[in-house]
């Protein structure tokens, strides 16, 4: 199953007709990152995390272990062995920074 299956559940097609997205009038892109804002409107309020850096941006940077799991969620679905002998294969041989 992957997440694509999940676009046909009804509970998340509701959700995701009451999602709006717009760019923010406050939040600007610095130069080096795509900054990100979400805001969530429930009845007991209002809810707003800013993010500035994505994940995996030099100023968030991935573990290894982030890294490994992103990469058997994708590229592992084809053939999760093989991947997992490459990883370790470069962590083997690859300097650390």
Request: hydrophobic share 40%; charged share 25%; proline share 5%.
């Amino acid at each position: 199953m992957s997440w694509f299956d999940d676009l046909t559940d009804p509970g998340i097609l509701a959700l995701s007709r009451r999602v709006t997205v717009r760019a923010s009038e406050t939040l600007r892109d610095t130069g080096d990152g795509y900054p990100a804002r979400v805001t969530l409107t429930t009845a007991e309020g209002e809810f707003r995390l800013d993010v500035l850096y994505a994940r995996g941006h030099t100023a968030r940077p991935l573990t290894e272990a982030d890294l490994r799991a992103k990469l058997h969620a994708t590229a592992g679905r084809s053939a999760p062995a093989l991947l997992t002998a490459v990883l370790d294969a470069l962590s083997a041989g690859l300097p650390r920074f």
